[in-house]
């Protein structure tokens, strides 16, 4: 089969496409055709050695998919389904655990499925478990354009909060509209104008998954009892806080390590799926699509992210 292999830590340019054997399935996997695999910041991490999970060299990334099943427990051949291999999904073929595969609604796309999986489960974990999100209250999103941002962006909507979007320039503005922001801000000035919006009193929820200088400010944006969700660094710094502005208004700064959360878990997946379900089939959950790029080009697919130029989900088309 035809597969993208990382094989040295130079950077999306090391990625190359080769032809190596299909994955050996267990009696416990499932084994899926994959259609359109999702492109992730953990990859790019990976393509310089900085992720957590470092898989020995050569090794083919890819957390997240949507395809055809063709074989394994819990699901008919032919199933069309999302999942969640974590590594091997930049590949025509790839296997999961039945608990990372998700059965997909017939109106979800393979495009919109293969942006479900790490994105949407996050968020969901970030806004429902870590951070207590109740109907009415208002969140900002950092990063709104992008795959996480517009994921919590559509999640919050739809679960009744009101949402603020952070974008970093003009262009940004109208993907974050489309995913359902109440107000776009740029990211220039961003706490007076969330101060301004909500009459003075702050925001109750910040989605955080870029970090760097925005920080501080951040944290000065929330009302009292506010949460301040860590999602990820994509701005590249990691943020030191000063322990005391915490005490000021009652404020959190929670960690949403979602990976680290299911592992131990794996059938807390299958929890989150059946909340967003429903979500799904109303259509109120459509991921907002950015790039699609075939599968050659999955090196230019990663510096879309690394360059911090991706608008929406960036996919790879596999077939």
Known sequence: MRAVQITSLNGPSALEVVTVDEPAAGPEDVVIDV?????????????????????????????????????GPGFAPGRRVAAFPAL????????????????????????????????????????VRRGRLRAGETVLVHGAAGG????????????????????????????????????????????????ELTGGRGVDVVVDPVG???????????????????????????????VNRLLLNNISVVGVGWGAFWVPQPNYLQEQWSDLAPLL????????LGRS???EDASLALRELDERRAIGKVLLTVR
């Open 35 to 71: 259609h359109v695999a999702g492109v992730t910041f953990p990859e790019v991490l990976q393509s310089r050695g900085e992720y957590q999970l470092k898989p020995p060299l050569p090794f083919v990334p890819g957390s997240e998919v949507a395809g055809v099943v063709r074989s």
């Open 88 to 127: 091997g999904g930049f590949a025509e073929v790839v296997t999961a655990r039945p608990a990372q595969v998700f059965p997909l609604p017939d109106a979800v796309s393979f495009e919109a499925g293969a942006a479900l999986p790490m994105n949407y489960l996050t968020v969901h974990f970030g806004l």
């Open 148 to 195: 996480v941002g517009t994921a919590a962006v559509q999640l919050a909507s739809a679960l009744g909060a009101r949402v603020i979007a952070v974008v970093s320039t003009e262009d940004k503005i109208d993907p974050a509209r489309k995913a359902g922001a109440d107000e776009v801000i740029l990211a220039d000035g961003f706490k007076d104008a969330a101060k």
């Open 212 to 242: 760097g200088d925005r920080f501080t400010d951040s944290l000065r944006s929330l009302a009292r009892e506010g949460r301040l969700l860590v999602i990820g660094f994509t701005g590249g710094e990691i943020p030191q806080v000063k």
């Open 281 to 288: 089939a109303a259509g109120k959950l459509e991921p907002v």
């Open 293 to 295: 790029f075939p599968l």
